[in-house]
C-alpha cells in the first residue's frame, strides 16, 4: 500500500475509534446528576444538534458544539442556530484541522512514528501468541493483512479491525469534517484545539496491556459488520435528536461491570488517557479564549462536551454560564 494512501486510512480509523468509543464506569456511584446544579442543562432537549452558548463575568461568549465523527447526508445542511452561530465567531476551533493534516505529509509522517514501534521490536513482541495469531487470522479474513504492518501496534490493529466494519461514507460524512468545509468557505481561521499528533501519541502511549484488551475486544466483537453498523447508527440518531440526558447516558456510563476485576484497571487508564486529560485541557482552551475575548466556535466530539467530568461540568463548576441553544 501506498505511504499516502495508508495515510488516509490511519486518518479513518482515529476518527472512527474515538466515534464509537465511550467513557467506561469503574465504579458503582449513584447518578452524579441527581440534585446537583448540573441536572437542568442536561434535562433540556433541542430540536437538533446540541449547541451551548458559554458566557463569562464579562460578557465574553464560547460556542460549544459537541459532534461527531461520522455522519450522513440526512445531517446536511446543519440547522440554521448551528451554522449563524459559527457565521458571527471568530473562528472554528476543531480536535484538529482534518483537511489541512490530510494535505501535510510532513505531520502524517510525524504522526505515524507515535503509532510505530521504533526500538526494532514489532507487534508479536508485545502479544501474547493466541492473540497475536488471533489478529493476524482476522486481518487476512478481512484482507487487509500485510506484513508490513508487523511494526505497528495494537491499538492499530484494533481499530483497523473495527474501522473494517464501518459504512464507508461514514467518516467522509464526518460533522467536523462538515464544519471545516463549511468554515473555510467562509473564510473563517480554524483553530486545532489539540492536534493530529498529539491524537495519536495518546493512542499510542496506552499500555502494552490495554493495547492487547484492546485488540480482543475488538476480535471478539469484529465478526458483524451488520451490528456494528446499527450501533454506530443508534449513536447518530441519539446525536441528532438533542436529547442531551440521553446522549451524556451513552456517552459516560459505559459499564464494566462484565470485565474481569483486573481488566478495569486499563478500562481506567483508556478513560483517564482517552477523555479526563483531554477534557481538561479543551477546557482550559476555552477558558483562554473567554479570557481574551475571541468569540470561538468550539466544535470537539460530543463526550468532550456533555460527558460527565467534560468541558460542561467542569465550566459550570467554576461559575461560567452555559446555555442550551434551540
Known sequence: MKC???????LTILLVFCATSCRTDTSDHRDEDSG???ASIYNQVADG??????????GDVVWLFGSIHVGKNEFYPLPDYVLDALKQSDG???EFDILAFEADITAQSRAITHMRYTDGSTIADHLSPDVYEQAVQALKEKGLYSPLYHQYKPVMWSSMIDSSLMDPNAAALGVDR????FAKELGLPVLDVE????QYRMMGSFSDALQELLLKTSLAGGQSADAYRRQVEELMDLWISGNAKALRRELSTKSTFFLPKQEKQLYKEYTNKMYAERDDGMTAFVKQALDEGEELFVCVGAAHIVGKGAIIDQLLADGYIVELVN
Open 4 to 10: 499516502k494512501k495508508w495515510l488516509a486510512l490511519l
Open 178 to 181: 462538515y464544519m471545516i468545509q
Open 195 to 198: 492536534s493530529a499528533e498529539a
Open 92 to 94: 472554528l476551533a476543531v
Open 36 to 38: 446537583s446544579s448540573t
Open 49 to 58: 444538534p446540541l449547541l451551548y452558548q458559554v458566557t463569562d463575568t464579562d
